[in-house]
Each structure stands twice: as C-alpha cells, then as structure tokens.
C-alpha cells in the first residue's frame, strides 16, 4: 500500500492576501499548488540549491514561486503548452511596467461588455502587442467565472464574465515580486516531450499536468489547447520513464485513479488529502485524494 498523508488543515489562504512583497502565484489557476507547495516541496531532493529545476506545466506557478524564496534551485526552466500564458510570464519578468499601466487601465473601465471584448480580442491571435495579450490574460483570470483558465479546442478561452463586486485586477506590489523571482529564470512555450531532449542527468523535474478526471464533472483537462486525455496521460508517462532511466530526479501530482496507479507502477506513490477550491461544479469541491509519484529509487 502506498503512503498516506493528510496535507489538509484548513481552507487554503488567498495568496493574493499575504505578504505583497513575496512572490505568490498572480493567476488564479485550477488545480493551483499554493496551499501544498510547502509539503511538496519538501518531497524534492535535499539538494535542489545546487541543481537545475524544470517545471514543464507551469500554470499557475505556485510551486516554483515558493521555492523561489524558501529553496532556490541553482537554475530554473520553466514551459507551458500555453504560449499566451509563457508570454504574460515573460512580460511580468520583462515588461512590468507596461502591463501594470494597461491592468490599470482595465481596472478603471471594467464592466461585462468590456470583458466579452477583450475575450474576442483575446482569442484573435494578431490583436495586441506583448503587455496588452498579457494584460487581457490576467484580467480575463481574474474576472472570469470562477478564475477557471479554459480553452476550446480551437484554441479560444470560452468562459463567461464571472460575477465580482469589485475585481483584484491589479496587484503592482505582487507582479513586482514576481518579477524578481523570474529574473535569469527561462521560459520556454513547449510540451512537455521537450524534456526528452532538453533534461539532463540530475535534473530535479515537477510534473503537474492537468489530472486524470475522477469523474466527468471533475474533468480541467481541456485547460490547454483541446483535451489532455488519457492518450496524453500515457506519452507523460513514457516521458517519466525515460528520465529516469537518464537519472533526473522526479515528481509528480496526480489524481488518485486506477489509471495513475497503473501508469506509474513501480515507483514510490505517497496518497494526499488535499481541498479544492476551483471546479466547474460546486458540488465536486472540497477534500480529494491526489497521489504524489517520485522516482526516490534513482535519488
């Protein structure tokens, strides 16, 4: 039997609430690290300060910003399948101040006819330089029904206009320490097959791919470009496999399904409790298992 650990205490603080100078993930994002990112990051090598860290589903970034101020990694890659979602991270790094002035701007002028237009400008792929795409990304985030990242298999983000009093559009002091923690970092908008070529020997890897679905109301695999489905589930584990056998250093989240367990059979799987906030059914919310996968053998 796998070991099982309770990482469920209370519901998770809003991480926009916390120390503004600290870098916390800017967007909300389902199936967001945040409340487990001290746990999880526990369960990586003891000595991630002298290796490369790569995060090939970047999402919301919640376990790579902990680490940024609790357990650097000498160097950090990060990617996403999602290139308007690398390409906020990049201006976030690089063009803060033009993306605060145009949050700002949204801020002021917020209502739903400017949220259902700047979706259709969003998902016109020719509309709007750097700052202003990352600016539409963030602002539709965090106004968005439920702050539930989605796209169609087109490629267009389809959820409607969520209903907030006042929205958190703009948080400076947040970007601002974000900004920081992404300098020297690189960031790249690949699939996760990238690591076959790129990972190197000793490599630390986290793996958070969209989950295994443990029922159909469950189901965020369509957050990406079409659906993460089983077939995708299959290749990840492919990939698991070979940097192992290559020596990288591996974890993984997942949902605790028959499917997961047969995947990543052999390797040590650690069941956690954990609560989910964001779900496209109210009633799929609150405590689920997930299992955390690691190649411990090659550490």
């Given amino acids: 039997m796998p070991a099982r650990a309770s990482l469920y205490r209370r519901p998770a603080p809003d991480p926009e609430e916390e120390d503004v100078d600290q870098p916390r993930p800017f967007l909300k994002w389902a199936g967001g690290k945040w409340a ?88 016109d792929k020719s509309v709007g330089g750097r700052a202003v795409r990352a600016a539409w990304l963030i602002y539709l985030n965090k106004t968005c029904y439920n702050g539930l990242f989605r796209t169609n298999r087109s490629g267009h983000f389809n959820v409607p206009v969520g209903r907030f009093t006042k929205p958190r559009i703009v948080h400076p002091e947040r970007l601002v320490a974000c900004s920081r923690a992404l300098r020297g970092v690189s960031l790249k908008a690949q699939t996760f097959d990238h690591l076959v070529e790129d990972a190197q020997r000793g490599d630390v890897i986290y793996f958070d791919p969209p989950y295994v679905p443990v029922s159909r109301t469950a189901n965020f695999a369509s957050y990406s470009l079409g659906a993460f489905g089983l077939e995708d589930q299959e290749r990840l584990a492919g990939v698991f496999r070979q940097l192992d056998q290559r020596g990288c250093k591996l974890v993984l989240s997942n949902s605790d399904t028959e499917d997961v367990r047969r995947l990543y059979k052999g390797f040590e799987l650690k069941r956690i409790e954990v609560r989910r906030n964001i779900s496209a059914n109210g009633s799929t919310r609150g405590v689920i298992n997930e299992l955390v996968v690691r190649n411990t053998a090659r550490w």
Wanted: hydrophobic share 40%; aromatic share 12%.
């Fill in 36 to 123: 487990l990112a001290p746990q999880l990051t526990k369960l990586l090598p003891a000595d991630l300060g002298k290796r490369t860290y790569r995060e090939p589903f970047l999402g919301g970034g919640a376990v790579f910003f902990y680490l940024s101020t609790h357990r650097p990694p000498k160097r950090a890659f990060l990617s996403d399948a999602l290139r308007d979602l690398v390409l906020t991270y990049e201006v976030v790094r690089d063009e803060l101040p033009a993306l605060v002035a145009e949050l700002d701007r949204l801020r002021l002028t917020h209502d739903d006819e400017q949220f259902y237009r700047v979706r259709d400008a969003f998902n």
